[in-house]
Structures are given as structure tokens and as C-alpha cells.
């Protein structure tokens, strides 16, 4: 059941479990898929009929208008990971064209829906009185950008030539309740199984609507959409959902809105006043007289001759960067990077830099490599920032779970490390309790020899986390010298965050932690003060293409940010997308696997002495220089790059990005060194590889920090896309566009530069 939640349901917002018992129907709020399938598996066993809702949802209850409470509604909703329909079955089902006989019609019928509209295979699942289809997607989607894509699939069912008898009532309703896999539907007697009948494989909400599309516009002969008037059946509806009822104050702009998608759907003009009046009488509470219909019609009419020039393809130019090498991996990386690569259909990137970032924090704040062969006051810390550059859709997150392994097991160890030291504190602290009444009793004290000390409550060190505020990551830091990672599905969001007013603090605790080396002092006015001895953050996670370049863009021409936290990002790696995925179906290679998680555990508990390392006294870090041949090819690489970075011909941000390069090889080769086995001094085998690392990030942050001019190409297509779809009228403003959320189009800016390139 969680393997299904989790196919299905968002990963953010509050997930309801229904289950109705003696005729009340109750929602349980849970967490995440995991909890959810807990609280639906137990309520299931306790005898209660059991749904899920399909969507996530923002609070766990409000007041609405009329001051009832509610839980469960769209206006609640938030996210959605997959679309549905659901088919019922039964003899009156079928007698009254609402469904059909059988379970075996009902697949049959959906099969040769999926077919004739060249639709991805969805997860099937027999509800015991129905069939429910699935289509998972590889992310969370958007309650608006939900509904205008199951709105289409609504329509799509309702083609004459395919039609579907699913419950209408369902496809497109966000806040839809269904059952899980693993319950019972005791509708019946006895209760039927609820069970998975097929699986199917995650679609992005992009290429599923695409899909949607085509199929709509192959139709030849469409019957009128039953609640928007009759029109031609040449003329398709819109593509987005109207509101059933639209009430005083609202007509106006609804029926503006409404015209704008029929002549984005190229309805003729002679026909457009007759639709728009079936509508304003079907839906306007109460209509608006016909002198105002038409005059909203004629608003925006269409000129009889063409004012706009035929529209060009819009094209994003982006540098080449080269496919990584695997030879620049460590030994004990290579075939497990090779391996999850050809099974998950994805590229080597999206394993190696994650895997890197995961060995420098198992690696931790007490090591440091000394760049220079005698000056040893230049010490990089091994903190490495960075992660993957890539669309929604292309399995980031599950690449990052993979590459994280090594720190899942760092942190069950540390768990168990903890619950050893309280049992021993809780040892001692009997003792002292006992201790403390006999000292009370006068014949007591004599027996005691030594007073003992009152024990401390032992605090528990931590290696990962995900979604904290500062304040509490620098709680968690006081306890965890040895530092911390922080994974996160999208970075953009949070770099965003920083750049907030009043966010001022948290991004100078982030840009103190990427120094790894600097102590921070923590005021609290209940808490008191702590002391970090060292603030040592690693950091990676996934950025959208442009999410990140409309940030690069803001950051790097004078509006924010000019502290180089972008160019503290030395790991990030933007490869080209995969044009088509190519999985290998085979186990996976549990030998690479174990090599892969035993050097990185080593590097958890390595010893200086084992390593040839040598300490300084003072910070009383231990670290390494190079050996005399590879101290010569550092050198000549690092003069090299600085001399680039201060010719100021890469440009200011570029120029603060090399110049933070040589700290990253450096540390890139002790990390190498030590994976693969080395002691002593670096050898040039590692710093060889770590060159190459060079030549790797220098490629993808120019492409990077040269995606800027090309910012605005994601978030031009996605407003085009929404024009087409009839979400605006003729004419439109920016702030029309921002009011409505969208990935990529919530700033002014990035709406006035998509509103730009659409018209240059």
C-alpha cells in the first residue's frame, strides 16, 4: 500500500485517510504516503471502509463563508500526483449507460480508450465494484495546472469515437476520495478485495497533457459540450474548467474570460454572441440582459485582418557541455554510477556529483586539505555545494535517494549511538538519584566514598536534513560537530527564501556554513546561547532549468545577491536532457553497491594516523598536501585558472566562480585520494581526476551562468501554452499572470521577459 501511495499521492501537504463506520465518514490528516498507508491499513483492520483522497490539501480544516467547517474541498487542495478515472460496474451501471457489466468490459473498454488515443498505459486497480485507472506523475502538480489538464481528460472521455463511461463526477474533481489497494469494499457481502490489477509507469504532467491534446485535436466530429451551449461540433470547447455558477461581481470578467477561450479555440466570430449567451443564462446567477453579452463580445474582436505576423519557434541557445567521463570517478564510484545510470534510463551526472557531495559530508568538518605545498594558513574545509540542473519530470529526486544511501546508514548508526547513550545516562542517572537520598539520610553519607557528578541528557548527533528553518539547523548543528548535509528536492526555493527581507541572518548562517571552518554563536532568548564550534554544511538538491536561470539572471546582474552565494554552488552539473528513456530492466548490482557503501562509511570513521594525516593544533583538524608531482600540476592548473578569473573576460560572476575553483579541486582530489584507498600525501593519480573534475564544472557553470539571456525561454513557452489555452482575454496584463501562481511566471519580471520574447 505505501509503494501505491507513494505512485500516487503528493509528497507535500496534509493527505487525508476517509473511513466511514456506522455511517459516519471521518478524515485522518497524515504527513507523507508512508503514514498515510499506516492510518488506511489500521482503519482498514479495525472494520471501517476506507478511501484516500487523491490530492494533498493545505489546512486541516477552515470555515467557510457560512462559518461551516470543511476539510476534504478543492479551495483546500494543493497538489496532485496523478490523474484518474473512475469506472463502475454492475447491471444497472450498464442499463443506464453509466457503466458497464463487468470488471472485464470496464478494462476493456478503458484499454481501447488508452489505445485510440495513444494515451501512456495508466495503474489499474479493481475497487471490487469498479475499475480505478491511474496515470502517476514524476512530480507534484499544481491544483490549477491539475485542472485545467483533467478538465481535458474529461472532454477526451466523452468523444464519440472512444467514449469512456467513466463517473464524471471524479476525472476532473481534485478533491476525489477512492479506494486503496490493500483494503476491502464492504459495499458488498462478502466484502470484496480491493487489489492491484496493473502497474504503471510514472508520466510527466507535460507529456500526459500533450498526449490529451493531440487526441482532442484529432477529433473530427466532437457533440457540444452539455453545459457550454450548442455550438458547431467543427469547434471544440475550451480547454480549461469554467465554473458551474458564476455569481454577481464576477460575471464580467468570467464571461470576458470565457469569449478570450473561445476565440483562443478559433470559434468563428458569427458564433462566438450565441455561446457566450448560452452561457451567461446556464451559469450567471442571475444573467446579465443581452445588450451587456454583447457588448463584452465586442470588446475584443477579432479585426478582420490579421495584425500579428505569423509566430517564429522560440529557441533556448545553450552551451555544449561534454558527457561526464567516468574515469574522473573514484575507483569504488564507477560501477555503481554506471550501474543505477542504465537501469534508471538517466545520465551519469545526476549519480557522480551527488555522490561526491555525499562523501564530503561522511567525510566531515574534522578534515581539511592544504592546497599549498608549505604555506599551511590556506586550508579548505570539505564542504561542497552543488546538485542537478534538469526539467520536472526527470527523476532528479530519485537519483539524489540513491546517492544518499551512505548517509541513510550514517544516520541509522547514529541512531543507535543514541539510544546506547541514554541507556548508559540513564544508568548513571539512577545512580546519582540513589546517591542523592542517601546523602539525605545522616547514616548514609558515611557509606559514600565519592560523590558522583549529575550526568548530562545526551543530545543526538545528526548527518541529514531536509526541510528545517535555520534556526532549527543551527540547533541541530550545536549537537552534530562533525556537520551536516542538507538534501532538498528543489534549491531554487530556497535560494529565493534567503534573498527575502528579513531572511538576512539565515543567509549569512548558510554562506558561514559553506566556510566550514568559522564558529557560530546561537541567541536565544528561551534557549540561551550556543556555541558551534565549527558551522560545516554540505548542501545539494535539484533546480529546474528556469527556476535557476531567471535566479542566475537577478543574482548576477546587480538586483540581489552580490556575496557570491551563487558561485559558492561549485557542484552543479546541467547535462542535456534524454531525449528518449532507455531503462535497463535487470537487477541491480549489489557488488557495486557495497563497494560504493563501504568507502564512504570509512570515510566516516577514518582515522588521521591510518591515513598518513597530519594535525593542526589548533583548529585540530587533520589534513593532507599533495605529493611533489601532483603539488606541481595543481600549481600550474590553479595559476592558470586565476589567471582567467582575473583577465575579468568570463565576466564578474563567472570570474567569482573560478576563483573559488582551486578550493574545490583541492578538495575533490583528498576526497578521491581517500575513497580509493590512498595515504599520505595526494597522489597524482587523484589530483589527475580531480583536474578533470575541473574541466567537467567549468563546462556546466558556463552554461549555467549562460543560460541567463535564455531565462525567460521555459517561462515563454509555459505562458504561450496558456494563452493557447484560452486562460486569458484579449488583451491581458502581467500582474493577470502572476495572480495565477504558475512554475516559473510568479515574479513581474518573469512575466514582463516572457511577455517580451512572445512579441520580439
Given at each position: 500500500m505505501k509503494d501505491f501511495f507513494t505512485s500516487i499521492l503528493p509528497s507535500q501537504g496534509l493527505l487525508f485517510i476517509a473511513a466511514q463506520q456506522g455511517g459516519a465518514m471521518r478524515h485522518h490528516a497524515c504527513k507523507d504516503p508512508g503514514e498515510a498507508a499506516e492510518q488506511a491499513r489500521a482503519l482498514n483492520d479495525s472494520g471501517a471502509t476506507v478511501y484516500h483522497a487523491c490530492a494533498s490539501f493545505s489546512k486541516l480544516s477552515y470555515l467557510d463563508a457560512l462559518g461551516k467547517k470543511r476539510q476534504r474541498t478543492a479551495d483546500n487542495a494543493m497538489y496532485a500526483k496523478s490523474f484518474w478515472l473512475d469506472i463502475d460496474c454492475g447491471e444497472q451501471k450498464a442499463a443506464d449507460a453509466k457503466g458497464y457489466l463487468n470488471s472485464d468490459e470496464a478494462v476493456k473498454a478503458l484499454g481501447k480508450f488508452v489505445s485510440d488515443n495513444d494515451l501512456p498505459q495508466p495503474l489499474l486497480v479493481n475497487s471490487g465494484g469498479g475499475i480505478h485507472a491511474y496515470w502517476p506523475?514524476?512530480?507534484?502538480?499544481?491544483?490549477?495546472?491539475?485542472?485545467?489538464?483533467?478538465?481535458?481528460?474529461?472532454?477526451?472521455?466523452?468523444?464519440?469515437?472512444?467514449?469512456?463511461?467513466?463517473?464524471?463526477?471524479?476525472?476532473a474533481d481534485i478533491a476525489s476520495l477512492l479506494r486503496p489497494v490493500g483494503t476491502l469494499n464492504r459495499k458488498y457481502e462478502p466484502a470484496r478485495d480491493v487489489r492491484l490489477l496493473e502497474?504503471?509507469?510514472?508520466?510527466?504532467?507535460?507529456?500526459?497533457?500533450?498526449?490529451?491534446?493531440?487526441?482532442?485535436?484529432?477529433?473530427?466530429n466532437v457533440a457540444p459540450h452539455a453545459s457550454l451551449g450548442a455550438y458547431p461540433a467543427t469547434h471544440s470547447a475550451p480547454t480549461t474548467s469554467i465554473p458551474a455558477t458564476v455569481s454577481q461581481g464576477e460575471r464580467n470578467q468570467q464571461l470576458l474570460s470565457y469569449v478570450g477561450k473561445l476565440r483562443a479555440d478559433r470559434m468563428a466570430e458569427n458564433l462566438i454572441f450565441e455561446a457566450a449567451r448560452d452561457f451567461n443564462s446556464a451559469r450567471c446567477k442571475p444573467p446579465l440582459n443581452d445588450v451587456e453579452v454583447a457588448d463584452i463580445v465586442s470588446r475584443y474582436a477579432v479585426s478582420q485582418k490579421p495584425t500579428w505576423p505569423e509566430p517564429q519557434?522560440?529557441?533556448a541557445n545553450l552551451s555544449e557541455v561534454p558527457t561526464l567521463d567516468l574515469t574522473m570517478l573514484p575507483d569504488v564510484f564507477l560501477p555503481f554510477v554506471k550501474d543505477n545510470a542504465e537501469r534508471m534510463g538517466q545520465p551519469y551526472d545526476f549519480f557522480a556529483v551527488p555522490l561526491m557531495i555525499v562523501a564530503a559530508a561522511a567525510l566531515g568538518s574534522s578534515w581539511a586539505v592544504c592546497p599549498k605545498a608549505f604555506d599551511e594558513g590556506w586550508k579548505e574545509s570539505m564542504v561542497l555545494w552543488g546538485g542537478i540542473v534538469a526539467p520536472p519530470g526527470s527523476k532528479k529526486s530519485a537519483c539524489l535517494n540513491a546517492a544518499l544511501k551512505p548517509i541513510h546508514k550514517i544516520a541509522e548508526q547514529l541512531t543507535l549511538e543514541h539510544q546506547q547513550a541514554l541507556s548508559d545516562y540513564q544508568r548513571l542517572k539512577d545512580d546519582y538519584t540513589d546517591q542523592q537520598r542517601q546523602l539525605k539520610k545522616p547514616t548514609g553519607r558515611a557509606a559514600i566514598t565519592q560523590l558522583l557528578m549529575e550526568p548530562e541528557t545526551p543530545k543526538p548527533e545528526r548527518i541529514l536534513v531536509q526541510d528545517t528553518t535555520y534556526q532549527k539547523l543551527a540547533d541541530i548543528m550545536c549537537n552534530s560537530p562533525r556537520g551536516l548535509l542538507c538534501s532538498m528536492d528543489e534549491l531554487a526555493g530556497a535560494l529565493v527564501k534567503w534573498d527575502e527581507k528579513g531572511q538576512e541572518a539565515a543567509r549569512q548562517f548558510f554562506l558561514t556554513s559553506w566556510n566550514g571552518d568559522q564558529p557560530y554563536v546561537?541567541?536565544?532568548?528561551?534557549?540561551?546561547?550556543?556555541?558551534?564550534?565549527?558551522?560545516f554544511l554540505c548542501l545539494m538538491g535539484g533546480f529546474q532549468p528556469s527556476v535557476l536561470a531567471q535566479y542566475v539572471k537577478q543574482s548576477t546582474s546587480g538586483n540581489r545577491g552580490d556575496d557570491g552565494l551563487v558561485q559558492r554552488f561549485q557542484m552543479l552539473s546541467f547535462p542535456d536532457s534524454q531525449k528518449e528513456l532507455t531503462e535497463v530492466d535487470r537487477r541491480a548490482d549489489k557488488v557495486a553497491e557495497e563497494m560504493m557503501l563501504s568507502a564512504v562509511l570509512r570515510l566516516r570513521h577514518l582515522s588521521?594516523?591510518?591515513a598518513g594525516a597530519e594535525m593542526d593544533q589548533v583548529s585540530t583538524r587533520a589534513f593532507l598536501h599533495f605529493d611533489s608531482d601532483a603539488q606541481s600540476e595543481f600549481d600550474n592548473a590553479r595559476k592558470k585558472i586565476e589567471h582567467k578569473a582575473k583577465s575579468g573576460k568570463a565576466g564578474p560572476a563567472m570570474s567569482s566562480h573560478l576563483g573559488k575553483m582551486p578550493g574545490t579541486i583541492a578538495k575533490l582530489a583528498l576526497l578521491i585520494h581517500l575513497l580509493d584507498g590512498g595515504s599520505g600525501p595526494i597522489d597524482m593519480t587523484a589530483t589527475t581526476k580531480a583536474l578533470k573534475w575541473f574541466m567537467y564544472l567549468y563546462s556546466h557553470a558556463k552554461r549555467i551562468y549562460g543560460s541567463s539571456p535564455t531565462a525567460?525561454?521555459?517561462?515563454?513557452?509555459?505562458?504561450?501554452?496558456?494563452?493557447?489555452q484560452g486562460h486569458f482575454p484579449n488583451p491581458f496584463t502581467a500582474r493577470e499572470v502572476v495572480r495565477k501562481g504558475w512554475t516559473g511566471l510568479t515574479s513581474q519580471q518573469s512575466v514582463e521577459d516572457a511577455i517580451e520574447w512572445l512579441v520580439t
Open positions: 506523475l514524476f512530480d507534484d502538480l499544481r491544483k490549477e495546472e491539475w485542472q485545467v489538464i483533467a478538465a481535458d481528460l474529461k472532454r477526451l472521455t466523452h468523444d464519440p469515437r472512444s467514449r469512456l463511461l467513466s463517473d464524471d463526477s471524479r476525472t502497474s504503471g509507469h510514472p508520466v510527466s504532467a507535460t507529456d500526459f497533457h500533450r498526449a490529451v491534446q493531440k487526441a482532442l485535436n484529432r477529433r473530427e519557434p522560440i529557441k546561537v541567541d536565544r532568548v528561551e534557549a540561551g546561547t550556543k556555541q558551534i564550534k565549527r558551522a588521521p594516523a591510518s525567460s525561454f521555459d517561462s515563454t513557452s509555459m505562458l504561450l501554452q496558456k494563452i493557447k
